[in-house]
């Protein structure tokens, strides 16, 4: 499987896109107004202790309160005051209201909700990752010969000095890498704690301590591997910035990256742009004629399965078996490249045969396994549905490019014009009732104004006869079609 790495940078805006053989897996996306908060460490203070919950709200200097929970505090050392483990479960021993500690956010803000925050920090570099607070090493389920697995996990061990502290995880990207090359990683992540935790014992709360890296350095960091033939971007400045990166952390892939210059924008290869559109559909197409329905919530995002124009070759039972084969590879592909995360329900068609179904399964978790993000698929339930969790710690793609429709207010639908009407002729009896008035003039929506002249114009007259005043129409531009007023005049 060849790979691409594709960065189109501008002053306000970094994207960068993840092909597989050509075909678009993955997008991130990233603004100068609202760059993602995850990976980076704050000096908070504690706003609110929640015992009930097992929670502590925390100020870190953003909009809305962040999220702690007691598992993700680690407890407080009486002899140096600072927090680390073991702990408890009452979040009352952990925190108090007031307390200023170094937090890290894990989940960015999404919807309603507040940045996920913890107070085991972690560090990322190429090929480790710190963790101040952890202990022993652990080595990425994804490097999966075990002889591999002892050469970094001995080799982490080794060079880790008596009188450190922490631990480290071994990434993916470390499989085959020098041992000189891990031990450069761990020397820079001991000095970049170093700084951070000086940094954050002088901050005040609410301080920004420590930033993770902008997007275009971060894509090197976390994907570029072996399988990556080629990095391409189209700045100059985010080219060098890249290269300068690799030279000093992976110079065995700076040749990799490359400055792109063609006059063709480097999104209409492969034709990203149109990819990205089709992303924020609802319906998605297969080739076969079948088609998926992604429905995103707050709570959770279901995918129904349709067989739509496919119509099979030999029976019922294959023609669905072969829509969903299908449909487990396309949706696997979307889960990335939405980046949908959280609770997600999957509406295969139903399949009699017990095989089949087993069939369909594995072929989502063979699918999944490319995916960076956490994937587990729990069960399936009783009614047939797939229940899968995906981890979700930066804002979905919808969510990051659109925001609700002011109409539906993010429903997805409105009120039609006859029932608008009736809504209207209630009020004007209402009003009717209450009020003494000359005349009524009622304001709405063309479509609202065009219905009481027409199919609703009897049950009008009605009303003015009951009323014994006129009552009058116009056309509101501003109004939308669930919205109208009544005027007394």
Request: hydrophobic fraction near 40%; include cysteine.
């Amino acid at each position: 499987m060849t790979a691409e790495i594709l960065v189109n940078a501008t002053p306000r805006e970094s994207r960068a896109a993840v092909l597989e053989n050509g075909v678009l897996q993955e997008v991130f996306i990233e603004r100068a107004s609202r760059r993602g908060l995850t990976g980076n460490i704050y000096k908070g203070r504690v706003s609110r202790v929640l015992p009930g919950m097992q929670a502590a709200f925390i100020e870190i200097g953003l909009a809305r309160t962040a999220f702690l929970h007691a598992s993700d505090i680690a407890a407080r050392n009486p002899d140096s005051g600072e927090l680390e483990g073991p702990r408890t479960e009452n979040v009352r021993e952990l925190v108090t209201e007031g307390d200023e500690i170094l937090v890290q956010v894990v989940k960015d803000p999404i919807g309603s909700k507040g940045a996920r925050l913890t107070t085991f920090v972690s560090i990322p570099s190429r090929y480790l990752v710190y963790m101040p607070k952890g202990r022993g090493v652990g080595v990425s389920a994804r490097i999966e010969a075990e002889e591999e697995r002892r050469r970094l996990r001995e080799a982490v061990t080794l060079f880790a000095a008596p009188e450190d502290t922490g631990g480290y995880i071994v990434r993916t990207a470390a499989e085959g890498a020098a041992l000189e090359a891990m031990r450069a990683d761990m020397l820079f992540l001991k000095r970049l704690w170093e700084a951070i935790r000086d940094k954050g014992l002088k901050a005040v709360a609410g301080e920004l301590v420590h930033e993770d890296l902008p997007l275009s350095v971060r894509v090197l960091r976390d994907l570029l591997n072996e399988g990556v033939g080629r990095v391409s971007v189209d700045n100059p400045q985010a080219h060098q910035r890249m290269l300068d990166f690799a030279r000093m952390f992976m110079p065995e892939s700076a040749a990799k990256i490359e400055l792109y210059l063609q006059p063709r924008a480097i999104f209409d290869l492969h034709g990203i742009e149109e990819e990205i559109e089709r992303a924020l559909d609802r319906k998605v197409m297969l080739k076969s004629g079948g088609h998926l329905m992604f429905d995103q919530t707050e709570a959770m995002t279901t995918i129904d399965v349709n067989t739509g124009a496919y119509v099979g070759h030999r029976n019922l039972e294959e023609t669905i078996f072969r829509t969903n084969l299908e449909a487990a590879l396309a949706i696997a592909r979307q889960l990335r490249l939405r980046n949908l995360g959280g609770i997600i329900i999957i509406d295969f068609i139903d399949m009699q045969e017990e095989e089949h179904r087993r069939q369909v399964i594995q072929a989502l978790e063979k699918a999944l396994d490319d995916d960076h993000a956490r994937t587990t698929i729990s069960s399936v339930s009783p009614l047939g549905l797939v229940e899968m969790t995906r981890k979700r710690t930066r804002e979905s793609l919808e969510h990051l490019l659109c925001q609700p429709c002011p109409t539906c207010e993010g429903r997805g639908f409105v009120k039609t014009p006859e029932t608008v009407c009736y809504e209207i002729f209630r009020e004007i009896l209402r009003q009717n009732r209450q009020f003494e008035f000359q005349q009524l003039m009622v304001l709405a929506h063309q479509d609202v104004i065009e219905l009481l002249l027409d199919e609703e114009s009897g049950a009008l007259a009605e009303l003015e006869a009951l009323a014994g005043k006129p009552i009058r129409l116009q056309t509101e531009a501003l109004c939308s079609v669930d919205q109208f007023d009544v005027v007394l005049m």
